[in-house]
């Protein structure tokens, strides 16, 4: 963060809070209790944007000096991490996973998120309603910069809970295909399969954003306990992206044994009804062969074991396609 003399533009501090425009929030750091509280805008550390729309994009191009290009970065989720320094302010731009949606039809979607840092306050863009403070957390807060690490931490604690995700429903689906004759089931292992690469990247992109912070911890104000947290935040980042490198070998490497699963499923189906189709067939063999030369049993006739003689030969027939399938193990 830049100093009091390197300063050149007027503080946002010195700048009006917007009221108006999308969905916006107040906080302000309750340094007494290490926690963020609602506040009223003027009194407001913390001003975090969710889906911003045109006039919030023009109050924060306005107000708060912010580039029209490092604005959209945060709202682009095809977008990498990184951190950059403006005259007033810290940009610091990282990933995240979106909440799951049953639309999404199992691909795990990522976003990004844009953090303003000025000497007073901090800036959160987040391109979805998303709650800013959720879950727990074992950092207490007691300046803006805590606020930092604490976002950071709890993107952290979303990709675990991604993968946890992604473990439980790649066992669910790994279970249905082993009987399934569908399609629908390995679509959705593709589908994870994508997911996992999408993640595995964002968190490469974070790992380097961390280390960048961790060599400007000094310009964003860290502490030296501060800086201890985000050496922590790196590792538990590292280990992360070992599980997340972890389940997508397992998932890509047994795709192809899994649509083997699905194709032999339908090649044993197949093989079913070809062994029915031919005792049926063998059957009617028979009984093509002799009911047009054997009169119906009525009561007009003098003979009527012939009739039940030949639909008798006609199962035995069918059984003894069955038995030998069996005993060869069709």
């Known amino acids: 963060m830049a100093t009091a003399t390197e300063t050149t533009a007027p503080a946002p501090a010195e700048s009006p809070v917007p009221t108006t425009g ?3 929030s107040y906080y302000r750091v309750a340094a007494e209790a290490g926690s963020v509280v609602r506040c009223e805008p003027e009194d407001a550390q913390i001003i975090v944007f969710n889906s911003p729309t045109i006039e919030d994009e023009a109050d ?22 990184r951190l950059e320094f403006e005259t007033d302010h810290a940009a610091i731009i990282f990933k995240r996973p979106k909440s799951f949606s049953a639309d999404d039809n199992f691909l795990l979607k990522l ?16 391109p979805d309603d998303s709650p800013l403070f959720e879950g727990r957390a074992p950092l207490r807060i007691f300046s803006i910069q805590d606020v930092i690490l604490r976002l950071l931490y709890q993107s952290i604690n979303h990709f675990e809970g991604h ?18 004759m569908e399609t629908r089931y390995l679509l959705n292992m593709f589908a ?3 997911s996992l690469v999408y993640i595995l990247n964002a968190i490469n992109s ?6 960048k912070m961790k060599t400007s911890a000094a310009r964003l104000g860290f502490d030296h306990d501060q800086s201890g947290i985000l050496e922590d935040i790196i590792i538990e980042n590292q280990q992360c992206l070992r599980r997340s490198e972890i389940y997508s070998q397992v998932i890509a490497g047994l795709m192809d044994a899994r649509a083997s699963i699905v194709s032999h499923n339908l090649n044993t189906l197949i093989k079913k009804f070809t062994i ?23 009561p007009e006739e003098s003979l009527f074991w012939p009739f039940f003689l030949i639909n008798a030969l006609a199962v035995g027939s069918a059984i003894v396609v069955f038995w030998i399938s069996r005993v060869r193990r069709w």
């Open 111 to 126: 976003t990004s998120t844009g953090i303003f840092l000025y000497e007073d306050r901090i800036v959160v863009v987040m």
């Open 163 to 180: 993968l946890k995700a992604i473990n439980m429903l790649s066992d669910s689906l790994e279970r249905r295909i082993m009987t399934s």
């Open 22 to 24: 999308g969905l916006r």
């Open 206 to 211: 974070n790992a380097a954003l961390f280390d």
């Open 192 to 194: 994870l399969e994508k």
């Open 60 to 81: 924060l191009m306005e107000l708060y000096k912010i580039d029209y290009h490092t604005l959209h970065s945060s709202l682009d989720p095809d977008e990498l991490s």
């Open 276 to 298: 029915w189709t031919i005792a049926i067939m063998t059957a009617n063999l028979v009984v093509g062969v002799f009911s047009m030369n054997v009169a119906l049993p009525l």
